[in-house]
Structures are given as structure tokens and as C-alpha cells.
């Protein structure tokens, strides 16, 4: 079982930065895949970028050269620096681990999820 909680959120204007992270609790965080995931009003759920167990990271077209993942083990934590924002890249965003650390962009693949923190991008 694992417990996350993101935190990081706010609001930004566009070309601004933000720092995500999710606090992991539990145990065999090394041997997860974690990813970012993000849902704006009205729209499906996608896949923003994930980290593999063995290190492998995947990214979303659409935040290529923008956003990076990276995870410490050590703290347990995940993170996702996101730079250059624009408008569209607003959403709730969800931190999720899949426990077969497959590392893919599939939120279906994902088991454990957390609530959400919130970021808006204004023009």
C-alpha cells in the first residue's frame, strides 16, 4: 500500500515555473514507477511524464523540454519542475505510483493515487 500527497500547486502567469512534489509513504518505493498525471475541467485524465523503477523516463509531447521529473529516494519524494508554463498546461495534477514499474504515460496503469494538487496558468 502507499499513501502519496502532492503538494506545490498555485498559480502562475504564463512563462512562469512551478515545483511539484508528492511525499511517498509505505514501502518499495525504489521498486515503483511514479508519474505525473494532470486532468483539466471537461477533459480526460492524461500522462504528463513517469520514471520507470529502473529509471526510464517518459514524457508527454506536449511538455517535452519543459517539465522534469526526478525522484529521491532517500526522501521518498517526486518531483515535477514544470518551466516555461503556459495556459493549457493548467489542471489538477496527480501524483500516482504503479506498483509493476512499467513507467508508462497510461493512467490505467497506475494503482495508487493521490489527491491532487492544483495549478493555474493565466495569459
Known amino acids: 500500500q502507499v499513501q502519496l500527497v502532492e503538494s506545490g500547486g498555485g498559480s502562475v502567469q504564463s512563462g512562469g515555473s512551478l515545483r511539484l512534489s508528492c511525499a511517498a509513504s509505505?514501502?518499495?518505493?525504489?521498486?515503483?514507477?511514479m508519474g505525473w498525471f494532470r486532468q483539466a475541467p471537461g477533459k480526460e485524465r492524461e500522462g504528463v511524464a513517469s520514471i520507470s523503477s529502473d529509471g526510464r523516463i517518459s514524457y508527454a509531447n506536449s511538455v517535452k523540454g519543459r517539465f522534469t521529473i526526478s525522484k529521491d529516494n532517500a526522501k521518498i519524494t517526486l518531483y515535477l519542475q514544470m518551466n516555461s508554463l503556459k495556459p493549457e498546461d493548467a489542471a489538477m495534477y496527480y501524483c500516482?505510483?504503479?506498483?509493476?514499474?512499467?513507467?508508462?504515460?497510461?493512467?490505467?496503469?497506475?494503482?495508487?493515487w493521490g489527491q491532487g494538487t492544483q495549478v493555474t496558468v493565466s495569459s
Open positions: 500516482a505510483a504503479d506498483p509493476y514499474g512499467l513507467g508508462t504515460l497510461d493512467p490505467g496503469d497506475f494503482a495508487y
Open positions: 509505505g514501502s518499495n518505493f525504489r521498486d515503483y514507477s
